[in-house]
């Protein structure tokens, strides 16, 4: 079946640096990608719709020159953080939909830890 | 210091017995609602879905039941097994005809033998 892959699965960074976490559908073709993220033992919080061949779409209160989407492709997201710091560190998740199928599938999480 | 944060709702239930996890929305035009298990530091697995044109699913052992009225969603869940135990979350499509789902709070499951 469909699968969306996430990559890095856990991430450790120095504060001040920047992270890129990928997003791919192996399966099919997404001309849109949503990003969230998740603090310890609360919701997923939408951040961003990442949008194919045009800027992404950023939910309220989220800055979007802290968390800079790219969808280059049709299969590839791309969420970099970037001069983290250790107020960023959280499970950051994201999801692609797939129209064949009409479901929604989610990545399996990026751990990221700021030091 | 005070650490100070949500914390989930937790629902214990014996093995065997039915569950049953309520979540509440709060957009009349959301029309489309999602359940999803998310188990520790992995992404959500998607367990039924149900329109705004249902007020009732079944899948296997699940159950989703919608209340439009009082913009209520319940999940239940069929002779609970210890494989169940995980943070159920529910999620609603506020903006039609696109993916964008908004979570709610989710609420832990834990069962005990």
């Known amino acids: 079946g469909a699968v969306v892959s996430q990559h890095p699965s856990r991430v450790i960074c120095k504060s001040g640096t920047s992270v890129k976490i990928e997003c791919r559908s192996l399966?099919?073709?997404?001309?849109?990608m949503f990003w969230y993220r998740q603090f310890p033992k609360q919701s997923l919080m939408l951040m961003a719709t990442?949008?194919?061949?045009?800027?992404?779409?950023?939910e309220q209160g989220v800055e979007k020159d802290k968390f800079l989407i790219n969808h280059a492709s049709l299969t590839l997201s791309t969420l970099t953080v970037t001069s983290a710091h250790p107020e960023d560190s959280s499970f950051y998740i994201c999801?692609?939909?797939?129209?064949?199928?009409?479901?929604?599938?989610f990545g399996s999480g990026t751990q990221l830890s700021v030091l | 210091g005070e650490s100070v944060g949500l914390h989930l709702p937790t629902l214990s239930v014996q093995e065997g017995d039915n569950s049953i996890i309520n979540c509440a929305y709060s957009?009349?035009?959301?029309?489309?609602f999602i359940w999803y298990k998310q188990e520790s530091g992995k992404g959500p697995q998607f367990i039924i879905d149900i329109r705004s044109n249902m007020d009732k699913r079944q899948g296997q052992r699940v159950t989703v039941l919608l209340n439009k009225t009082v913009k209520h969603l319940s999940l239940q869940i069929a002779a609970t097994q210890p494989g169940d135990s995980a943070v159920y979350f529910c999620a609603e499509n506020r903006t039609p005809n696109t993916d964008k789902l908004i979570f709610g709070t989710g609420t832990r499951l834990q069962v005990f033998p």
């Open positions: 999801s692609a939909p797939d129209r064949a199928a009409g479901k929604l599938f």
């Open positions: 957009n009349s035009a959301s029309d489309y």
């Open positions: 990442s949008n194919e061949g045009s800027k992404a779409t950023y």
């Open positions: 399966d099919f073709q997404a001309t849109t």
